[in-house]
């Protein structure tokens, strides 16, 4: 089945840091989903990219979709204590029917007040 | 604006049982999309309803099966519950097929 591997796993970052984290894929992506994950809470919808090349920003937080629709970029400037969580990217390939999302493994931020 | 609302929150069942999560999504949104969730890994995709017809079904067994009512909730039902059953179960929701996902908050459910 396809995958999406996140990079790196885990984070620890001193405050006011900027942040850069990648997803890649085997197989091409039509959309890719940016959610962040507070613990015992859902999964909260941060950036959607649907365009080869689209830079989007929400925030301190810019993401961009990958030319080859393979690879997805989040970055996250002058990190805050808030910003601890769980980061997913998310996808539904041109290959599955409806919006079912195939998600990465998550990277895990946390930062150093 | 209420989100997307999933009962109960927490969910203790002994294996064999049956159980039932519910979930109401987005006013004006027509697709519901249940996730499983096991601690430290990303949500794995269970069932797509869209306008009250199962539009997609994950890599689950037979034993999870889910429907949407003509108001557009939800219910996913899992029988013959196991162990590896312990999990946070997402429903998300989105106006239409194709668009983004909105999640609630989960149902935590613990198989013992």
């Known amino acids: 089945g396809q995958q999406l591997n996140q990079s790196p796993q885990s984070m620890f970052i001193q405050e006011g840091e900027d942040v850069s984290m990648n997803c890649t894929s085997s197989?091409?992506?039509?959309?890719w989903l940016w959610y962040k994950q507070d613990p015992g809470e859902g999964p909260v919808l941060l950036i959607a990219l649907y365009k080869a090349g689209e830079l989007t920003s929400n925030g301190r937080l810019t993401a961009q979709f990958g030319i080859t629709r393979k690879d997805s970029f989040l970055n996250i400037s002058a990190s805050i204590p808030s910003d601890v969580g769980i980061y997913f990217c998310?996808?539904?390939?041109?290959?599955?029917?409806?919006?079912?999302?195939?998600f990465g493994g998550g990277t895990r931020l946390m930062v150093k007040p | 604006d209420a989100g997307v609302t999933q009962s109960p929150t927490h969910l203790i069942k002994t294996r064999g049982q049956h159980v039932t999560l519910r979930c109401s999504p987005i006013s004006g949104h027509k697709s519901v999309s249940w996730y499983q969730q096991v601690l430290g890994q990303g949500p794995q995709f269970i069932f797509q309803y869209y306008e009250k017809e199962e539009r997609g079904r994950g890599n689950f067994p037979d034993r999870f099966s889910a429907r949407q009512f003509p108001n557009y909730s939800s219910e996913l039902n899992v029988n013959a519950l196991l162990l590896g059953d312990s999990a946070l179960y997402l429903c998300a929701s989105s106006p239409g097929l194709y668009t983004e996902a909105f999640f609630g908050q989960g149902t935590r459910l613990t198989v013992v």
């Open positions: 197989s091409i992506f039509n959309t």
């Open positions: 998310a996808g539904p390939s041109l290959y599955n029917a409806g919006n079912m999302l195939t």
